[in-house]
């Protein structure tokens, strides 16, 4: 049947499987609006506060589900304000597929009213993209965008489509959309080198990243964990891949990891590393990171290997199925001295904060016992970042939405959007501090309009908290440009947005204004106020060893 190039693009998200599309139009795009206005019935379109905000909820629409996540833009300005969401998505290897509209053909490379490439802009934080010039040719190209995406390692895919190919006709003859298929790239000789290393450990220790999560490996996980019986550390992405409640979870390793995983780390005599990338903020000094260990890495990404750390050996394929394999041949290991070392460490430095006040981990540990641990926590980038990763415990995948790789401000609440859209039974629960809050804080106005039951969480120091903490360690307490001294008042703003507000300055205010948050069916602001010098604890100062981790305590000792 004849279509034209609108109806071709909704016909190709509907054989997707796309549900929600989250966007904002202009003039290019008119077209393509034009046709989602006629198929309003079948995709949900979701009219966000600013592009970015777009590219957020159709991240944390991906993250929560792990399927693709869609989000539109005009041309210009329009497309260029997803840029922010599109590098977010690809440093933590989400799959996304944005569309975007450009000038016609004719008027391409002329500098017209808002033209801009588009994709060669985003050629450095995309998976691919293209740009349609041939509306015969578009159908097939946003069925690659959606294969690429969610091919192999995850990300974002770009389509730039000019306006007169969203006008004119081509025939569309319908397809089903198959199922990404994995290369099997894993082969018997790594096998056989990992299960050697494994039974010859005698203090290994288990180190999981976002891939464990992405891949949807935590059954087999689990299994892999008891068998090499050995404790388990995670990074921010891999939160909840293997539940934090679990007697071998040691924490986050790293910059703000606990000093048993960061301890144990620097003690092993093998690292099993299972999909992640050894960051800076996990490995801070290279030479020193777990320099006692032989390193297996597990990763499905050839790239990874041997380029942040050398490594002894590698698997290279799907984590999930790594672990499947791997768990067939190996036979139940036992390391009882081994962990009974690592607890001692667990309980001789538990985290831990001020009896007295309120505190981000206060907050934090209060949302867990009134959730259950069963909430979808969404952050933006900062302390509470850290406090959220820190202090709830995280029992399944994809219930922490964070921005890790680009450590994004104002990513939280548009992800919230989108995590709550793709999940109308969670209670979503967005963790911001008063800086990143009032970057994209547009979007409260998103969430008043789809009815969201959304609770942000505002930790309102009134100053910029990590970068005061970096200041007060290591500037002589420079606070250049980062102090929030204005007279915003979150709740007057919540209250002119449609959304419902309410300050605290207390722990039993807290305790009572989240309770009654829960009962809520529409979106509150809680403003929680906090002291500016609360700092995140541990810390690994740049340079030095994980090993080396402190805390204040640590601090007065030196003093």
């Not at 033209?115 to 993209?129: F, L, M, Q, V």
């Not at 394999?325 to 538990?350: F, S």
Request: charged share 25%; proline share 4%.
């Amino acid at each position: 049947m004849q279509l034209t190039g609108a109806e071709i693009i909704i016909e190709c998200l509907k054989e997707q499987g796309v549900d929600t599309v989250f966007g904002y139009p202009g003039g290019a795009i008119l077209n393509v609006y034009d046709a989602l206005y006629k198929h309003r019935g079948e995709i949900r379109h979701v009219l966000t506060s600013h592009e970015q905000g777009a590219s957020h909820a159709a991240d944390g629409y991906a993250r929560s589900t792990g399927r693709v996540g869609v989000c539109m833009a005009t041309s210009g300005p329009g497309a260029t304000n997803l840029v922010t969401g599109i590098a977010t998505a690809y440093m933590d290897s989400v799959p996304v597929v944005a569309i975007t509209c450009n000038v016609g053909v004719s008027l391409l490379g002329r500098d017209s009213f808002q033209e801009i490439d588009i994709a060669g802009i985003t050629t450095p934080i995309t998976k691919h993209n293209f740009i349609v010039k041939d509306v015969a040719k578009l159908a097939d190209t946003i069925r690659r965008a959606f294969a690429i995406a969610r091919r192999g390692r995850p990300g974002p895919v770009l389509v730039d489509i000019p306006k007169d190919v969203t006008a004119n006709k081509a025939e569309y003859k319908p397809k089903k959309a198959e199922p990404a298929k994995l290369a099997d790239t894993i082969t018997k000789e790594a096998l056989d080198t990992a299960v050697h290393m494994i039974e010859k450990a005698r203090k290994p220790y288990i180190f999981v990243g976002g891939g464990a999560v992405i891949s949807g490996a935590s059954k087999e996980l689990l299994e892999f964990v008891e068998k090499v019986q050995a404790p388990v550390c995670d990074t921010l992405m891999g939160k909840g891949a293997f539940d934090g409640g679990h007697r071998l979870y040691t924490g986050m390793v790293g910059m703000h990891g606990t000093k048993t995983s960061n301890l144990g780390v620097s003690e092993c005599d093998l690292l099993i590393a299972i999909g992640t990338r050894f960051s800076d903020r996990i490995v801070s000094n290279a030479k020193k990171f777990a320099r006692n260990a032989k390193i297996l890495q597990l990763d499905i990404d050839p790239a990874e290997v041997n380029k942040n750390i050398v490594v002894t050996a590698s698997v290279i394929g799907d984590v999930r199925e790594i672990l499947s394999r791997l768990n067939e041949r190996l036979t139940p290991q036992n390391h009882d001295g081994w962990i009974a070392h690592i607890l001692e460490y667990k309980e001789k430095y538990p985290l831990s904060y001020p009896a007295e006040g309120l505190s981000g981990p206060y907050i934090i540990e209060e949302i867990y016992r009134q959730t259950a641990g069963d909430a979808l926590m969404v952050t933006e980038v900062g302390q509470h970042q850290m406090w959220a990763a820190q202090y709830y415990r995280y029992k399944e995948p994809r219930t922490l939405i964070t921005s890790g790789g680009l450590g994004t401000m104002g990513y939280g609440l548009g992800a919230a959007i989108g995590a709550q859209m793709a999940n109308p039974d969670k209670q979503v629960v967005n963790i911001a501090g008063d800086g990143c809050f009032r970057m994209n804080m547009n979007e409260l106005a998103t969430a008043v309009r789809q009815k969201l039951p959304i609770i942000e969480v505002i930790m309102n120091n009134h100053v910029l908290g990590m970068v005061r903490q970096w200041q007060t360690l290591f500037y002589e307490k420079h606070y250049s440009a980062t102090v929030l001294d204005d007279g915003v008042d979150y709740v007057k703003l919540a209250e002119a947005m449609g959304a419902l507000g309410r300050r605290v300055t207390t722990r039993e205010g807290f305790c009572e204004a989240f309770a009654w948050a829960l009962q809520q069916k529409e979106p509150v602001v809680l403003d929680c106020i906090i002291d500016c010098d609360d700092k995140v604890w541990p810390m690994v100062a740049p340079g030095a060893a994980i090993s080396e981790a402190f805390d204040e305590t640590d601090m007065e000792s030196r003093k």
